[in-house]
């Protein structure tokens, strides 16, 4: 608690501390007010003397400043007067001759002008005709490789359509034989025309072995058996054959697969390595149209056949056979000289992966190659109209230049127009006649 004494009636009182405290604060701020505005009269009364002063005693150094200057300004209006005559004549030779040489210079300006003007012209356009030859030269590419990738296109075509049509003449040819026949020839007919077709070529075939199947202990047989030997009398392959054929106006269709699995259990019975079946059944089916079918997906070594396809495969399986049985005997050396060979196949594959990629990259560059030919042809001519508009932009930009002013400068910056409009005051004060203010 604090205590408050009053000055009139002495009397005493108790108060909270905060109350006091505004209290105090109360009158101290009453009292820094009032002597704040003490002080602040008396400054600027001691300014106004202070002012006056100063301007009664730069009144009097001005008008003495005034009085030497006006007699200066009378001793050099004379000495000027007099200047004045021997200087004009000379002026007056001077200005000609500079006349002359500004003329001269004028002119060799202009003349430097002019050129620099026509050679800059003349290497745009040369830099114009430059990148239009070179897009030329990048869309007559461009047109040549569509052309190519068209007549390949083309040629792909026909050959295809070709095909398509030998085959359908086969298929014809096929169908008109079967409704020449009866139902017992035309599964024998089948059989005899792959045995004449082997036998056409069997020269080609020095150690073979080809006849019909006739053995029947294990209960079923199949066709023909195809064994070839090497000169040693090793053999190289076997090959199982069946033939199937039907009439087109048989009740009860049969289809391929119903033959898959006995054909693969005569192949195991009589011990041969593939097993082929040649038939014309299911002749509207495409995908035993297509060619040659493999079927070691549901039994090991089985392929599908038309009989156009009989000889090339034979030949073809006889020749990976040879092939193999050659690889067979050199790893049969190699083995025997104790020489390793375990990553003779990994190196293969790793060359097959290889191949595939680096042919997968060639074919992404290639496709990358021609985006930027067409991206090249787009930035050119991006290129070319700048150029050809680089002109307007140089006479827009002098327009600019010459359009422009300290008002236009200063419009969105207040603080430089208000130095140039006190700049201009002082300069009119200056400029007012001795004695006079505005």
């Known amino acids: 608690m604090n205590e408050i004494k009053c000055p009139h009636c002495g009397t005493v009182f108790q108060i909270q501390e905060t109350d006091y405290l505004a209290i105090v604060k109360q009158v101290r701020d009453k009292e820094f007010a009032r002597e704040i505005a003490s002080r602040e009269k008396q400054y600027q009364t001691s300014q106004e003397s202070a002012v006056k002063l100063a301007e009664a005693e730069l009144q009097k150094k001005f008008a003495k ?77 461009l047109t040549l490789s569509k052309n190519e990738y068209l007549l390949k296109e083309k040629t792909l075509r026909e050959h295809f359509e070709e095909k398509i049509k030998d085959k359908d003449e086969q298929i014809a040819y096929y169908r008109d034989f079967k409704a020449r026949q009866s139902t017992k020839m035309i599964g024998e007919s089948l059989e005899q025309h792959c045995s004449n077709e082997f036998n056409r070529l069997r020269p080609l075939f020095k150690n073979c072995y080809f006849e019909k199947d006739n053995d029947i202990k294990t209960g079923s047989k199949g066709d023909f058996i195809f064994r070839d030997f090497d000169e040693d009398g090793t053999e190289v392959v076997s090959i199982m054959f069946e033939m199937k054929n039907e009439a087109d106006t048989t009740a009860t269709k049969h289809k391929n697969e119903d033959f898959l699995k006995e054909l693969d259990k005569d192949r195991r019975e009589k011990k041969c390595e593939y097993a082929v079946l040649v038939t014309l059944l299911e002749l509207d089916n495409d995908y035993y149209n297509s060619g040659i079918v493999d079927m070691s997906y549901q039994y090991d070594k089985m392929y599908v056949i038309r009989p156009q396809f009989f000889i090339p495969l034979i030949t073809l399986i006889r020749g990976m056979a040879v092939h193999s049985l050659t690889y067979k005997k050199e790893l049969q050396v190699v083995q025997n000289q104790n020489i390793d060979i375990s990553h003779f196949e990994e190196d293969i594959t790793n060359f097959k992966e290889s191949f595939g990629r680096n042919y997968r990259l060639a074919s992404e560059k290639f496709k990358k190659a021609i985006d930027e030919i067409d991206k090249t042809i787009d930035h050119l001519q991006k290129t070319k109209e700048a150029l050809l508009s680089s002109e307007n932009n140089l006479r827009i930009a002098k327009n600019k230049a010459e359009d422009l002013t300290i008002k236009k400068l200063t419009h969105h910056n207040e603080t430089v127009a208000k130095m140039f409009e006190d700049l201009k005051q002082k300069q009119d004060q200056q400029s007012l006649p001795d004695g006079e203010e505005e």
């Open 65 to 141: 400043q005034l009085g030497e200057q006006d007699l200066e300004i009378s001793g050099l209006k004379q000495e000027l007067s007099h200047k004045e005559e021997e200087t004009r004549h000379k002026l007056e030779v001077v200005h000609q001759e500079e006349l002359t040489k500004k003329s001269l210079e004028i002119e060799k300006l202009k003349g430097e002008l002019q050129l620099k003007d026509t050679e800059l012209k003349h290497s745009v356009q040369e830099a114009v005709i430059q990148k239009d030859q070179e897009i030329s030269q990048l869309n007559n590419q």
